[in-house]
């Protein structure tokens, strides 16, 4: 008899987007001429810059000559891309880095999800509330936690709560743990976290041998100089923390897919006799076994991002998306609204009115001013009570959907 893995079954409900995009297409079904608006998902909607198109259509002629044809590349990414992420993401803040600590992939939130694999399933995990659902989801999967809790989340994590209080950054947890995530700026809070707080997370995990699976996704939308843009700007940090970032968001890769993961050869995990283990090593071991590499197409207009043109252009995107991020906080503040984020992050984290519900301010939202967002609620349960949304649209739609926001009435 064939078995299931059970720990899929604790899994509560679906996964949040996919239940956003159900809710939305049964009203777009009953309404069919509604105009929607959605800020909800955090997809791109600006067309690739030209730049990058140029590189990809050399790399597609290159794949039509048997002179430059190529087959399966290195597993780990092409050389040429991982040796520009250093010389143009790293250096330039003083993170020095080898090529071979660099693996390039298909997405970082395939990153994320997979690298808990390859730490033990007695490992006490602690997540941000609230918190982008597949840094639990996979832990759930993999069976590292208990079962789902009445109050929400899964017995066996630590949930550290982010609030208003806190600046949705997290006091450190008061019992021990080993794996920690943190992501800033954050997703979906728009917060980011400064060099003072990262600073006690590193001495932290330095203290109790613990590891940070750090995401950096939008780091490309920090305009404080004094923000640290990777978690590696912060002393002894190579020592316990992997950095994920994406080209997803700053280079709009949603559709074409490509990341990057940074494990540096100072890393180490523990055997249970208590032997320290090269962590980049096991990953690269994992990676190497189910991975085949990213495709060199998309490699190449990965490498085009790094070219004077290419950073011109992307900056124009970034910049696009940061006017609509102060669009909507500049409108809804005004409308009265708590808002938070999207000064350094292209997420919006507003209070719902009136102690509304995060969900029931979703169907609102959606059934009053066809326009989308994403419930607070989805991402555990200190999000209750907030909404986000996201910046990633036309300034035109954004405007709109801030001009139906103000005929809402409470």
């Avoid at 290195?74 to 880095?97: C, H, M, S, T, W």
């Avoid at 301010?361 to 555990?380: E, N, Q, R, Y």
């Amino acid at each position: 008899m064939i078995k299931i893995n059970e720990n899929f079954l604790k899994l509560q409900a679906g996964y949040l987007f996919p239940e956003i995009g159900r809710r939305v297409a049964a009203h777009a079904a009953a309404n069919p001429q509604a105009p929607i608006i959605k800020l909800g998902i955090g997809d791109v909607t600006e067309p690739l810059p030209p730049a990058i198109i140029e590189a990809m259509h050399a790399a597609v002629d290159e794949m039509a000559r048997d002179e430059t044809f190529r087959g399966y590349g290195p597993e780990q990414g092409y050389e040429f891309l991982r040796k520009a992420v250093i010389e143009n993401d790293f250096l330039p803040r003083g993170v020095d880095l080898e090529p071979d600590e660099v693996f390039i992939s298909d997405g970082s939130k395939c990153d994320v999800g997979n690298f808990q694999e390859i730490f033990g399933l007695d490992n006490v995990v602690a997540v941000t509330d609230p918190v982008y659902p597949v840094y639990v989801d996979t832990n759930v999967m993999a069976g590292r936690t208990g079962d789902a809790l009445q109050q929400g989340g899964y017995g066996q994590i630590v949930y550290m709560p982010c609030i208003a209080e806190n600046n949705f950054v997290p006091e450190l947890p008061a019992e021990p743990v080993d794996l920690v995530y943190l992501c800033y700026p954050n997703n979906p809070t728009g917060a980011v976290a400064g060099a003072e707080q990262l600073s006690k997370w590193v001495d932290y995990a330095r203290q109790n041998k613990a590891i940070i699976l750090f995401d950096a996704a939008y780091e490309a939308f920090i305009s404080d100089p004094a923000i640290p843009h990777s978690i590696y700007e912060i002393d002894g940090a190579k020592e316990v923390a992997v950095e994920f970032r994406s080209f997803s968001k700053t280079a709009g890769f949603t559709g074409i897919r490509c990341a990057l993961t940074v494990v540096p050869k100072a890393l180490r995990a523990y055997t249970a006799a208590g032997a320290a283990v090269d962590v980049k090593a096991i990953w690269n071991r994992r990676h190497s076994t189910k991975f085949n590499g990213a495709s060199y197409i998309s490699q190449a207009g990965a490498a085009a991002t790094y070219t004077p043109e290419g950073k011109t252009q992307i900056r124009a995107i970034i910049d696009l998306y940061m006017s609509n991020a102060a669009t909507i906080r500049r409108s809804l503040t005004k409308l009265g609204y708590e808002v938070y984020g999207g000064v350094n992050a292209p997420y919006v984290w507003l209070k719902t009115p009136d102690g509304v519900g995060s969900w029931d301010f979703f169907d609102i939202l959606l059934s009053k001013a066809d326009v989308v967002g994403t419930p607070g609620a989805g991402f555990g349960a200190w999000g209750e009570g907030y909404f986000r949304l996201s910046a990633f649209n036309k300034p035109e739609s954004v405007k709109e959907a801030m001009d139906r926001f103000a005929k809402l009435i409470w």
